[in-house]
């Protein structure tokens, strides 16, 4: 996202404080992407609907807190919607789910024509399994929401350092794991 | 460490189906519902301010009230005390 993109969004933002109707737009832009990233950890339609209203109703009604970081306007949703489904486990007290795709998982796994079979993804699926949740909670804006370590860090409210170590430590056991080459800032 | 549920999904969510849960129109009248609430809520704390403020007042002039009063009963028992006995 450019500088001017980001400025835009900002100005629709300070529209929306005076008058909340124009917070409709960034409501349309955002939808979608908030939707997948709690589906991600939900795997629930319903739960997931309730909590992306809850997003942006929390955003909307905390227009006036908002401050400029020089941020994407959507860290600011993401870092919502990740409180409201940490919320939600700890109410719950059940299990956490991830939810990923399978072919987001193929296209990050650069398999070439070697075999893409069952047993592989049975064996990542045990690995995923037993990272700890703030290592999955990088790893799934990192590649599937393709979120730089920046907005990472603010969404996680964690230091930029740790994002990318939490990152790094990830790819490195799955590597090793694996013998896996994983596309990934150009390098393999 | 808390543990985790990893499920694998075949298919991406479609935009048709999201679009299903989209409901601006909901989000916008819950917010204007809680508006009305913050609103009420702040006049109640004014409310509640004034009432407070209000009663300290009345407290501190009856306060003063009876200061006065004792100060008045008091210097009149000086003076009485400190004029002389009248003779008849």
Known sequence: MTEAEIRQEYEILD??????KHFGILYEKYFDRIFNFIYRQTDDEDLTADLCSQTFLNALNNLNRFEFRGLPLSAWFYRIAANEVNKHYRKKKTDRVFSLEEIRIKELMDQGNEGWDEDLIKQLLVYFKELPTDMLEVLELR?????????IAFILDITESGAKMRTYRALDRLRKQFNLSIKYDGKK | MARNDIRLRRQR???????RHRN????????????????????????LIAAFLTIILIIVLRWEQRENKDLNANTKKAIELASPPMLS
């Open chain 1, 143 to 151: 590649f599937f929401e393709d979120k730089d370590f920046k907005e």
């Open chain 1, 15 to 20: 529209r929306a404080k005076r008058d909340s």
């Open chain 2, 24 to 47: 601006y129109g909901d989000i916008m009248e819950r917010h204007e519902r809680d508006q009305k609430w913050k609103r009420m809520f702040k006049v109640f704390i004014y409310f």
């Open chain 2, 13 to 19: 969510m479609t935009t048709g189906n999201i679009a």
